[in-house]
């Protein structure tokens, strides 16, 4: 037997998932985060209106202990981001 033709195609090569691009702030997952962790004593519309970047630098300033609170947070930098455009969107 004699193979006449051999096809090497490499293709099938996965495309680049982008996911974990951490730079983008994600309402959706922020208010599951909220709702978890803050919707206790907080409404997301009172912060409706605030500016998201300030708001991350609030809440960053909370989990480090820098900005006092009622309640110590542990968060990532990405659920930061996530549940401050959640925030300042008044939860829409
Ligand atoms: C146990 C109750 C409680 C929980 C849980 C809680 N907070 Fe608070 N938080 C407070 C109280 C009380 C204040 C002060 C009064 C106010 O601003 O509502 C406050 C204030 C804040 C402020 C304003 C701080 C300032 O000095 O401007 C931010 C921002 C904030 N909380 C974010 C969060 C986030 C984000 C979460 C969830 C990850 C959270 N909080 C969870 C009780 C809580």
Redesign the pocket.
């Known amino acids: 037997m004699k193979i006449s033709r051999l096809v090497a195609i490499a293709g099938a090569v996965a495309g680049l998932a982008a996911f974990g691009s951490t730079a983008y702030a994600d309402a959706a997952a922020g208010k599951a ?2 709702e978890k ?2 919707a ?3 409404e997301a519309g ?2 409706d209106g605030e500016d998201p970047q300030e ?1 991350a630098t ?2 960053k300033g ?1 989990v480090g202990g820098t ?5 110590a ?1 542990k ?1 990532t930098d990405q ?2 981001s996530d ?2 455009a959640f ?1 300042a969107a008044g939860g829409k």
Not at 67 to 71: A, D, M
Request: some cysteine.
């Open positions: 985060t909220f962790v803050c206790e004593c907080h009172d912060f708001l609030t809440v909370i900005v006092k609170h009622k309640k947070l968060l659920e930061i549940v401050a925030m």
